[in-house]
């Protein structure tokens, strides 16, 4: 549930530090590399009316959570905002090229170009690959003109009732779903060179970290597959005690 005491500290920071801060930078509902913590959207719709109220820009980090990853098209959704800037990238081209990008409302974009020679002078040589935007093009298509809500839908159902069975573990401090993101959270950290070996024998590639095994399994994962991933998952969990 969403407590507004839980953002005191942070309201005291941007009241104390406003006149020299410009912006606040935040991953949407879902903390990524962080720990994979996800978070009420009425903390990211409080956290845009404190950035408001002192006149900060708000920039959301959706490279993780964009397009579709967390049941919204992107997570910003769920808190019901738009923020001044947003960074997306890897599922912008469907992982089939490299391609990053940063997205700003109007007004950002016409202060960044008001000033001489009128165009922002900083980027990467290979800027606008036209071949890696072509991709984009052709990725979001491909989503946009899919069902995908009810795969989405069907992957958080199937990794919800699945993971459950982890809870009990021992070893096991939590189990979290949102959309198509599965996460449990051991106790001590996963020994990396056993896990990875484990699962490798299993036919499953994960990539876990410190505590946490987690699972963000493509939309056109079928039936079998997820259930093999997720089996994985609780038997590492599983072992995390012995």
Same mark, same amino acid.
């Given at each position: 549930p969403f407590d507004p005491s839980h953002l005191d500290r942070t309201e005291a920071l941007l009241d104390a530090n406003a006149d020299w801060l410009a912006g606040v930078i935040v991953e949407p509902v879902?903390?990524?590399?962080?720990?994979?913590?996800?978070?009420?959207?009425?903390?990211?719709?409080?956290?845009? +009316? /404190?950035? %408001?109220?002192?006149?900060?820009?708000?920039?959301?980090d959706e490279i993780a959570t964009g397009f579709g990853r967390t049941g919204k098209l992107f997570?910003?959704?769920?808190?019901?905002?738009?923020?001044?800037?947003m960074c997306v990238g890897k599922a912008l081209t469907g992982g089939s090229m490299t391609l990053a990008a940063a997205v700003a409302t109007a007004d950002v974009a016409d202060t960044v170009c008001s000033s001489e020679p009128g165009v922002f002078m900083h980027g990467p040589t290979f800027m606008g690959n036209p071949l890696a935007c072509a991709a984009a093009n052709a990725s979001i298509d491909v989503l946009t003109g899919s069902d995908w809500q009810?795969?989405?839908?069907?992957?958080?159902? +199937? /990794?919800? %009732?699945?993971?459950?069975?982890a809870r009990a573990l021992p070893g096991v401090r939590d189990v979290r779903v949102l959309g198509?993101?599965?996460?449990?959270?051991?106790?001590?950290?996963?020994?990396m060179a056993?896990?990875?070996?484990?699962l490798l024998d299993l036919g499953v590639w994960l990539r876990p970290f410190g505590r946490l095994v987690y699972t963000m399994p493509p939309y056109i994962v079928d039936d079998?597959?997820?259930?093999?991933?997720?089996?994985?998952?609780?038997?590492?969990a599983r072992g995390a005690s012995d």
């Open positions: 879902v903390q990524g590399a962080g720990g994979m913590r996800f978070y009420h959207g009425e903390y990211l719709a409080a956290l845009k +009316t /404190l950035c %408001e109220k002192h006149g900060l820009l708000l920039i959301a997570a910003c959704e769920w808190a019901g905002i738009s923020p001044d800037i009810c795969r989405v839908a069907n992957i958080e159902s +199937t /990794l919800r %009732e699945g993971l459950e069975r198509a993101i599965g996460v449990v959270e051991l106790e001590a950290p996963v020994d056993r896990a990875t070996a484990r079998a597959s997820l259930a093999r991933i997720v089996d994985a998952m609780i038997e590492l």
